[in-house]
Structure formats: C-alpha cells, structure tokens
T-cell receptor, first 109, second 112 residues
C-alpha cells in the first residue's frame, strides 16, 4: 500500500541552525512527491515538488529512490519558517494525494 | 491567483444534525477534493470528484456524502453528525492533468 511517513511530530531548532524534515514513502512505481506548508492561520500551500528541482524560501528536497526518501532541508533556519509541514505523494493515473502525518517546525530565537 | 473558498470558517452543530460544508473554486478546475485534518493523523481523503456529478470515495468516506452539481462547487454532507466528526475540513481543487492542488482556508467543525 502507498504510504508516506514523517517520523517527527515536532522539530525544534534554533535560528540559523540547519533543518532537515524527514519524509519516507512506500510505493512500487514512480511517485510524484511534494512538500506542503501551513503557516499559522493560513491555508495549506505548496512549498515545492520534486520534479521542479528548485529551491523555495531556501528549502530544497531531493528524491532518493533508493532510500525512498524526500527529505526537506534548509541550511539556516529562520523564525518565519515555523509552520506545519506535510510531505505528500501522488501516483500515476490518479490525482489523489497521500499525506504524511505532518511535522511541526519551531524555530527558536 | 486560484481561489478556493469554503463557506464557513467555524461551525458548531448538534449530534444528529445534517451538515453541509460548501466549497467553491474560481479557476475552472476539474478535480475537487475533501480532506479531513486531525492532529497526529495528517490529512485523510474523504471524497474526490473529477468531473461534474462524478465522485469517488477516498480513504474515510463513512458517514459522509458529496454533491457536485456544478463544476465550481463541491459540497460535503454529514448525513447525521456525530462527535467523532469534530475536525478541520479542507477542500482542494486541481486542474485536469495537474498534480498541484490548491486548498481552501478550512472549516473547523465542532459537533456537540
């Protein structure tokens, strides 16, 4: 069965420290992976997707098919990065998302 | 900008009531979704629709139904609300062939 696992419910880091939010998935085919972010009192929005291979707000994520991972990284955390982050995948032939349980990132001053 | 609008931000309903959650999108998207968001459980798909009058069950459809009479509007119906349906409900839409979804602001439903 398809599954997305985010092992950390809460991740606290100090401002300026590196951040890595972990995401692992299980799917035998070729998935498309995403990171969505929800800031306080705002709607869920796309942060980045693996096929774009771009950096958004300093965040990057690389799809590692061997390890079935799509970890989100940022070299220097900022206070405004504090939010709820969800990893999600879609599979070929469907537009449904399978979401992980989310990781709350708190960046401390 | 794509706009997905949910009719209510907060709702309080009584057990046994029939509840309607409305969602409207203004970008002519074919796909629309209803998710439920609970702490520690992430987002779980209730129903989705890929065309007018077309619908498919998601992972947790029990106790819910949906209606899509017009392309821009997707309604979630709780036939007889129960306390375990207290949750945040998110509507989303996406273009045919596109994988990126746009979300509404959410409706926090409390069933008492």
């Amino acid at each position: 069965a398809q599954r997305v696992t985010q092992p950390e419910k809460l991740l606290s880091v100090f401002k300026g420290a590196p951040v890595e939010l972990k995401c692992n998935y299980s799917y035998s085919g070729s998935p498309e992976l995403f990171w969505y972010v929800q800031y306080s009192r705002q709607r869920l929005q796309l942060l980045l997707r693996h096929i774009s291979r771009e950096s958004i707000k300093g965040f990057t994520a690389d799809l590692n098919k061997g390890e079935t991972s799509f970890h989100l990284k940022k070299p220097f955390a900022q206070e405004e990065d504090s939010a709820m982050y969800y990893c999600a995948l879609t599979t070929s032939g469907t537009y449904k998302y399978i979401f992980g349980t989310g990781t709350r990132l708190k960046v401390l001053a | 900008d794509v706009k997905v609008t949910q009719s209510s931000r907060y709702l309080v309903k009584r057990t046994g009531e029939k509840v309607f959650l409305e969602c409207v999108q203004d970008m002519d998207h074919e796909n629309m979704f209803w998710y439920r968001q609970d702490p520690g459980l992430g987002l779980r798909l209730i129903y989705f629709s890929y065309d007018v009058k077309m619908k498919e069950k998601g992972d947790i459809p029990e106790g819910y139904s949906v209606s899509r009479e017009k392309k821009e509007r997707f309604s979630l119906i709780l036939e007889s609300a129960s306390t375990n349906q207290t949750s945040m409900y998110l509507c989303a839409s996406s273009e045919q062939g596109a994988r990126v979804a746009f979300f509404g602001q959410g409706t926090r439903l409390t069933v008492v």
